[in-house]
């Protein structure tokens, strides 16, 4: 158990926020939002002091249903507005906005106004391409400076932001910039990573060859990249510089989108979670701002990516408190050296770090002696998500990270709600690996497979009760997936996907996808993007990927395949599998192991049953098999574990 020192709790914007209202607890707090969320939104919207070009003229409409919940309707703003131009009202202009660090060492810095101006720069130059409010712009960077000025200025023209992992292979850019029928990119030549270039733009132009939408690509070119289409390929420096740095943010409606943001589920291709303007402020001041205490001051680094949603989610809550983001490029451990990030947190004066378990564990197999010489003691939060902790790994990172004074915040939630369902406060006691509350606003409970709320201490689905300001209004272009996906097992309640446990003392823990999402090291990614990788060279007819338990990454991938006929398996056919997953989809998802059966469990409409695969491949409960087809295939699957 830790508990956070008096003064942090003290000093914290949540226990102002408690006294402002006169609420003796964060339960208390808690209970009010998911009972009255119109008072408890518009507060949040008071706090961020939100710029509206024209004021709401109510704070949310739920009369078709809380699957079709609309904030602040009769309302415009921009982002970019209440994230920079208050900013600089503020008198923040000479604050530093980014303070970044390359893999080499090479250090830049932007303040506030620097931002501002390049950001303007951005929106101009597209703007002059006839890049116009409502088009969809991809960006395809690594964490440098310009990957905000990018995200700050599409936001500006009213424009529909595309992110993009860095790591994605040409098909995956492509399947994505189709979706959203895109009309530009910005990207850079290459990326440092572990001392070696990595290209994006040559990738990138692989991709545009199935992408006809996109018309303009600007590249910020550090490693002499080469033009493919001097109509089409812009420099960075020759078109985005020469701008002007004056550009008026366009006024959108509320619910017009500002990102889509892509996350694979278990079955067909990408799901476009849609994210506005008005709900990733909402979203980043309750789990930001009041949940992790982010304030003007405070600098944050969390070692991610901007085709991740904790990238944008950085991005935009460092500016909404008027904070520092800490941007890394390149890789958070090197093996010179080993503990890189906490080198940077040391070299940095970092307040408010990130980290991931699956790093944790690997920093546990590293000489101890050199954190000796780390400076962490201006750390006050450490944050966590994307993956469950083991206990050991909560304890070590509690005595050589935060060192019993900066407090570990494990929070929970996904892509869909651009933050938490659950999080943790620094005002709660802490459990190793649990969370000590749900986020304020979204009415999570814990229901059994008809319905029912499941007691204390029983293993049931999260889900969300209270449809919070944040959440996914809908998928782009496909409405009836998003009410499939997330509305359809629970009338009028949103299933999440996660089995959790929530025990009498208050604490929650995760204990893994209820669905068959694949979760590898906190990246997301469905099993068909790494199953029609495998497939696409024929030598493969039928493919399940699971999840298995790795001592390393927490999970890892494990493919269960048939072979296709005259096709005779062995190492060189696995090897080669590999590495089309690593080429085509990206190099984190290639598969662990891959194991040949002659078939694979089918339910009568054929549709594979991953469940069942990875329970006999693990010795798991197979649960219901009524649904199996082809019930004779199990017992080969489950040899594999034994041999």
Known sequence: MFQADQDIRDTSTLTGFLKQHGFDSYEALCDRSNSDPDWFWAEIIKLARVRFSKPYKKIRDISKGPEFVRWATGATLNLAETLLDVRLEDGLGDTLAVDWIGEDGEHRSWTYQQLADESARVANALSARGIKPGDRVGIYMPMIPEIEAAFMGLARMGVTIIPLFSGFSAPAIAARLNDGEAKAVLTVDASPRRGKPVPLEATLIQALAEVPTVHTVVSLRRFGGVVADPERDLDWAETISAASPNFAPVPVSTDHPLLIAYTSGTTGKPKGVVHTHLGVIGKAQTDFLLGLDMKPGDRHLWMTDMGWVVGPLSVVSTLLAGATLVMAEGAPS??????????????????????????????????????????????????????????????????????????????????????????????????????????????????????????????????????????????????????????????????????????????????????????????????????????????????????????????????????????????????????????????????????????????????????????????????????????????????????
């Open 334 to 643: 090197l093996p010179d050296d080993p503990f890189r990030l906490l080198r940077l947190v040391s070299e940095n004066r970092v307040t408010h770090l990130g980290v991931a378990p699956t790093l944790v564990r690997q920093f546990m197999r590293q000489d101890l002696r050199i954190l000796d010489d780390y400076d962490l003691s201006p750390l006050r939060v450490v944050a966590a998500t994307g993956e469950p902790w083991t206990e050991d790994a909560w304890l070590w990172h509690l005595e050589h990270i935060c060192r019993h004074r900066a407090v570990p915040l494990n929070i929970s939630g996904g892509t869909e709600l651009f933050g938490a369902i659950l999080t943790s406060t620094v005002l709660h006691e802490l459990q190793p690996s649990g969370f000590s509350a749900q986020s304020l606003g979204v009415g999570a409970k814990v229901l059994r497979a008809d319905g029912s709320e499941a007691n204390r201490g029983e293993v049931g689905e999260l889900v969300v009760t209270v449809p919070p300001l944040g959440l996914t209004p809908t998928l782009w272009q496909n409405e009836a997936r998003y009410l499939e996906t997330y509305w359809s097992e629970f009338k009028g309640i949103w299933q999440h996907g996660d089995w959790v446990r929530h025990d009498p003392d208050g604490t929650w823990y995760i204990l893994g996808r209820s669905d068959d999402t694949l979760n590898i090291a906190g990246k997301r990614i469905g099993p068909p993007e790494i199953e029609g990788a495998m497939t696409q060279a024929g030598e493969v007819i039928d493919v399940a990927a699971i999840a298995a338990p790795d001592d390393l990454k927490g999970v890892a991938v494990v493919c269960v395949c048939v072979a296709a006929p005259g096709v005779t398996p062995d190492a060189a056919l696995i090897e080669r599998l590999k590495t089309c997953v690593g080429d085509l989809v990206s190099k984190p998802f290639r598969p662990r192991e891959i194991y040949f059966v002659d078939a694979l469990p089918k339910t009568r409409t054929m549709k594979t049953m991953r469940r069942v695969v990875r329970a006999a491949f693990l010795g798991l409960d197979q649960g219901d098999m009524t649904s199996v087809d082809n019930p004779e295939t199990i017992a080969p699957i489950e040899a594999l574990r034994k041999a």
